[in-house]
């Protein structure tokens, strides 16, 4: 794995995008401003939500604020990689980088870092803004929450290379992206926590990596709890990065080779 | 074979040998149905054989659709072979690509291929980290690539910013970055004015074959490239390698029998009761006040023409000037399909 090239990529989107500053300055004003009626309603909402969070932490701004951060990232793990080959092949930078000796994998971190990174930040002022307006991190479990979130990266970056290959080779990512956000947000704990799901529906949730994720990070962050204590979840979340991660790269490659095959790589 | 081997040892750097390659054609829905499992493939290279070596230019023609472009970007690992074996620099296309890649660089034709955002000066910085270039030489390489182009005094304006001719040498800039073994150009000049592109095609012959001893392969429509620039043209038709020779070569064989004779006497019956005559186009605004331009038949080379001038000077023409007719591009492609049985290749 080729560190300069991602690092060299990643610069690159972090200069295009700063070119674009008054755009650059008003998205990160909007997480600010974001913040605040999402305070409001967690406020209005704190009496109906406080029993049902119990266990992941008390109060509902803090629990939702957290959501809001772990589905921003998902979203960028997810979309980030299919959405620059998308716009990338057509511009033909996908095959001006693939014409380079850097590795498959380099370019695909590459490609994506910038947004990745980027949605990471801005997750994190929000949750910064929300311990402005009353939320109590346990700032000693702050590495564990980083890995927490890494991982979280991870399994749906896995997920980011498969509907990547799809593009690279149909031109499509068949709204995987989508399909898993949408059932992030709705199964994934995002605004309630799994418990309150129906039993019909649970079995769904079981297979949703951000359920584990954010119950892990929740306890971690806003309970205190250690590493030990969300071993349960920690593991499952680990099984999926390394299984969705094995099968993305697979799928990644297979469909550079295809586009070889076809032709197709450096069809704009 | 390692890069030094081959090198050393006069080896081509680029080697194809029966390259052959078809791409599945896209059919209608209602073929789809009637015949769900059929495989319909149109070949777009067929069994092209031909080798470039260092410091050579190797011009590639043919009209559109003949298979250059798929040539080219089979070269450049971005279409994998469905026959044949092509080496660069010893290296495998199919089975050492990434090596492949480290020696040989496309120049993709798309301006858009670039960051707009970003400065020239940070896209070849951005570049020369995507090609493995030692991090104390970047700046260097990237300043000195810049000055060999032309624009080394573009500053802090945005690529996004340049006309199509500074894109144009931006791309070209790209690929020399690396310092390819082998570089290839589809239409390297197609966006330039005739003194940028003359400057280039210089550049070209200078830096490229000369000074680092490159194996440049051109796809072209322009004649000045192809005749004046490459050391060999190879003519590809419908896929098929129809003929390879010096520019010269070919051109002789599309025009070997057409000479031009300037004379004060068109109307001359030596001239005008001879086989093959004709006046030349536009002959009137030939460079050559009171003389004009005739062409005239002699098959059979020297001996043939020198047989013919001597029987018009004999018969009291006067003969201002008599020389080889010139050979368009277009003239010397068609004459070479058309004197290609069946299109058959070498």
Redesign the interface.
């Known amino acids: 794995m ?1 560190l ?2 991602i ?3 990643v ?2 989107g972090w ?2 995008a700063t ?2 500053r008054v755009r650059f300055t008003f998205s990160l004003l909007s997480i600010v401003v974001t913040i605040v009626p999402l305070y409001f309603v967690s406020r209005a909402l704190q009496p109906v939500m406080a029993p049902v969070i119990a266990t992941e932490g008390v109060h509902y701004f803090a629990f939702v604020t957290l959501g809001m951060f772990a589905v921003g990232v998902v979203g960028s793990a997810l979309s980030a990689l299919p959405d620059a080959i998308s716009r990338d092949l ?4 996908f ?9 498959p994998g380099a370019v695909a971190l590459g490609l994506s870092g910038y947004s990745i990174m980027r949605n990471t930040l801005r997750g994190a002022i929000l949750v910064m803004a929300g311990t402005v307006l009353g939320i109590n991190l346990a700032w000693e479990r702050l590495p564990y929450a980083l890995v927490i979130v890494l991982l979280i990266v991870l399994a749906h970056f896995g997920i980011g290379l498969i509907a990547g290959a799809l593009v690279i080779a149909f031109r499509t990512n068949v709204g995987i992206p989508q399909m898993v956000l949408l059932a992030s947000g709705l199964l994934g704990g995002v605004y309630y926590p799994t418990t309150v799901i129906p039993s019909w529906i649970e079995r769904v949730a079981d297979v949703v990596p951000l359920a584990y994720g954010l119950r892990a990070l929740r306890h971690t962050l806003l309970d205190g709890r250690g590493f030990h204590l969300v071993l349960n979840d920690l593991g499952v979340l680990f099984a999926f990065a390394i299984v969705l991660l094995a099968t993305g790269s697979m799928a990644y490659r297979a469909s550079l ?1 295809y586009a ?4 197709s ?2 069809q ?1 | 074979m390692s890069s030094s081997t081959a090198a050393s040892s006069g080896s081509p750097l680029v080697s194809v040998h029966a390259l052959t ?1 078809r ?2 054609v896209r059919r209608s829905w209602s073929d789809v149905r009637r015949h769900p499992f059929a495989r319909v493939q149109q070949t ?1 290279v067929d069994r092209v054989t031909f080798d470039v070596r260092g410091g050579e230019f190797f011009g590639l023609l043919g009209p559109n659709g003949a298979g250059k472009t ?1 040539l080219l ?1 089979v070269l ?5 072979p469905d026959e044949g074996e092509v080496r660069i620099d010893g290296y495998d296309v199919v089975r050492e690509p ?1 090596l492949v ?2 020696r040989v ?2 120049v ?3 301006e ?4 707009w ?2 400065t020239a000066k ?1 896209n070849l ?3 020369a ?4 270039v030692p ?1 104390r030489e970047i700046p260097k390489r990237v300043r000195d690539t810049l000055e060999v182009v032309g624009l080394s005094d573009t500053g802090r304006k ?1 690529v996004g910013q340049f006309s199509s001719g500074m894109l144009q040498r931006l791309l070209i800039a ?1 690929a020399l970055l ?1 310092e390819p073994r082998v570089l290839l150009l589809d239409e390297p000049t197609r966006s330039l004015d005739p003194v940028s592109a003359r400057e280039f095609r210089r550049f070209l012959r200078e830096e490229l074959a000369t000074r680092r001893n490159c194996a440049v392969v051109i796809a072209t429509h322009n004649a000045d490239e192809a005749l004046g620039l490459c050391t060999r043209v190879g003519v590809l038709n419908a896929g098929r390698l129809l003929a390879v020779g010096t520019a010269r070569e070919l051109a002789q064989r599309a025009g070997d029998d057409r000479y031009v004779v300037w004379t004060d006497a068109p109307d001359h019956p030596a001239l005008r009761n001879r086989e093959g005559t004709s006046m030349l186009p536009h002959s009137g605004d030939l460079p050559m006040n009171g003389w004009t331009a005739v062409t005239v038949r002699a098959a059979g080379g020297e001996h043939a023409s020198a047989t013919v001038l001597a029987e018009l000077i004999r018969a009291g023409v006067t003969v201002a000037r008599f020389e080889r007719a010139s050979v368009t591009l277009a003239e010397l492609i068609e004459a070479v399909i058309r004197t290609s049985p069946n299109g058959e290749g070498q």
């Open positions: 080729r300069r090239a690092a060299a990529l610069r690159a200069r295009t070119s674009y057509n511009s033909g930078f095959e001006a980088v693939v014409s380079t000796p850097t590795g080779r070889r095959q076809a032709g790589l450096s704009y | 390659k791409f599945r777009s798929t970007k450049a690992t971005f279409i994998l990434e890649r480290a660089a496309p993709i034709a798309n858009r291929s670039l960051y955002r970003l940070e910085e951005l570049f980290q995507l090609w493995n991090a945005m790209r690396p």
